[in-house]
C-alpha cells in the first residue's frame, strides 16, 4: 500500500512540475507555434522577435518585431513589418466555427504588395490560401480594430504607371476600412 502512495506521490509531482514548466515557456510555446503555423497554412514566412501572454481570460497576447514574408516566387522577400500588434481574445473566443477577438491593435510599419501576373498580387494570394484552407475558421469577427499603417508600398512586375499603383492602394484601403 505504501509504494502505491510513493507511485501515486511520484506521478502527481511530474505533472505538476510539467505544467509549471509549460505556464512558464508559454511566451515560448506561442512563438513557436505562430512562427510553425502561418507559414504551414499561408505559404508566407514568419518571424517573430518577441510574444508576451499576459494573462489567462480574457486572453491578451502582445507580439513584438513579426515580419510576413513573400513566398519565394515574389520580387520583394517582405510582405508585412509589425512593430507592435495587441490580440484580446474573450474566453467566449471560438464559437460556430468563428473566431473572435474583442481587440485586434496593430501598427504596421510597412506593407508591401507585390504584383506577379495581371490581376494577382500577394494580398490576393494570401486571401485565396486562407479560402482552400479548411483548418482555419471560415470566419472571425472582432468588436475593435485599430490599424495604423506607416508606409505602404506597390511594386508590379510588369510595367505600370504610377496613378494606376496609387489607385490600387487606394482600392485596397478603401476595401481594409469598408469591408467590401
Request: hydrophobic residues 45%.
Amino acid at each position: 500500500m505504501l509504494w502505491l502512495f510513493r507511485r501515486f506521490c511520484t506521478v502527481l509531482g511530474f505533472l505538476v512540475c510539467m505544467l509549471g514548466a509549460l505556464y512558464f515557456a508559454r511566451n515560448l510555446v506561442v512563438k513557436y507555434s505562430l512562427c510553425w503555423l502561418i507559414p504551414q497554412k499561408t505559404t508566407f514566412g514568419c518571424t517573430i522577435d518577441r510574444v508576451e501572454v499576459e494573462s489567462r481570460w480574457p486572453l491578451r497576447i502582445h507580439l513584438r518585431g513579426v515580419k510576413i514574408e513573400n513566398p519565394p516566387d515574389f520580387s520583394d522577400r517582405l510582405a508585412l513589418d509589425i512593430p507592435n500588434a495587441f490580440l484580446e481574445l474573450p474566453s467566449h473566443c471560438w464559437q460556430n466555427n468563428t473566431l473572435t477577438f474583442s481587440l485586434i491593435d496593430l501598427q504596421i510599419a510597412r506593407l508591401n504588395l507585390v504584383n506577379t501576373e495581371p490581376g494577382g498580387n500577394n494580398l490576393a494570394r494570401f486571401n485565396a490560401v486562407a479560402e482552400r484552407n479548411e483548418s482555419v475558421p471560415s470566419g472571425f469577427n472582432f468588436e475593435l480594430l485599430q490599424l495604423r499603417i506607416v508606409d505602404a508600398r506597390y511594386a508590379r512586375t510588369l510595367r505600370s504607371s504610377r496613378i494606376d499603383s496609387q489607385k490600387k492602394i487606394a482600392d485596397l484601403f478603401y476595401t481594409v476600412t469598408t469591408g467590401r
